[in-house]
T-cell receptor, first 114, second 115 residues
Framework: AQSVTQLGSHVSVSEGALVLLRCNYSSSVPPYLFWYVQYPNQGLQLLLKYTSAATLVKGINGFEAEFKKSETSFHLTKPSAHMSDAAEYFCAVRANTGGFKTIFGAGTRLFVKA | ETGVTQTPRHLVMGMTNKKSLKCEQHLGHNAMYWYKQSAKKPLELMFVYSLEERVENNSVPSRFSPECPNSSHLFLHLHTLQPEDSALYLC??????????????FGPGTRLTVL
């Protein structure tokens, strides 16, 4: 069975500081991994995804994530936070052996202080 | 219209009402999904359709009834709901179900309040 754990339901950073949002997954087979962002009153939007090509994945808005199989992690980072990055971020996992269920983490709300 | 649209954006209904949520995707996708997003809980998958055929009913109460008349439209019919059904209902689509690498595209959601 697959699962996703996001460490920290809330993360607060200052504008210009490094953003690090943590995600660990559990999967018996190599998975596909996703990060989505949700702004207030909107649906989820894909930031980036890992599909077993490069382990370092670059996404939109300056975000990137690194797949580390040994640590079963897929942490999301951004070198310098902007006020507009304040939102909720969801890590998700999906098996690459067929099936269609995407398992979402509980989400991490990012606050950016001026 | 582009992407995935949902109507209405907000809905308030009594427990004895019948209402429907509508989702339309303009992406040419073959798979569509209904999710429930409640405060402090992970996203819950409710239903999955592939080429208008339901492939997943994730133990959802019968007071929720989905309908997929074609690959572009998805409805969620609601009747005799409970206050705990109040949530944000999100519709999503993906290219198809053949590969797990296909991401989902989400609509803005319908905020449902059951009184």
């Amino acid at each position: 069975a697959q699962s996703v754990t996001q460490l920290g339901s809330h993360v607060s950073v200052s504008e210009g500081a490094l953003v690090l949002l943590r995600c660990n997954y559990s999967s018996s087979v190599p998975p596909y991994l996703f990060w989505y962002v949700q702004y207030p009153n909107q649906g989820l939007q894909l930031l980036l995804k890992y599909t077993s090509a490069a382990t370092l994945v670059k996404g939109i808005n300056g975000f990137e994530a690194e797949f580390k199989k040994s640590e079963t992690s897929f942490h999301l980072t951004k070198p310098s936070a902007h006020m507009s990055d304040a939102a909720e971020y969801f890590c998700a996992v999906r098996a690459n052996t067929g099936g269609f269920k995407t398992i979402f983490g509980a989400g991490t709300r990012l606050f950016v202080k001026a | 219209e582009t992407g995935v649209t949902q109507t209405p954006r907000h809905l308030v209904m009594g427990m004895t009402n019948k209402k429907s949520l509508k989702c339309e995707q303009h992406l040419g996708h073959n798979a569509m999904y209904w999710y429930k997003q409640s405060a402090k809980k992970p996203l819950e998958l409710m239903f999955v359709y592939s080429l208008e055929e339901r492939v997943e009913n994730n133990s959802v109460p019968s007071r929720f009834s989905p309908e997929c008349p074609n690959s572009s439209h998805l409805f969620l019919h609601l009747h005799t709901l409970q206050p705990e059904d109040s949530a944000l209902y999100l519709c999503a689509s993906s290219q198809d179900l053949a590969s797990g690498s296909f991401e989902q595209f989400f609509g803005p959601g319908t905020r449902l309040t059951v009184l």
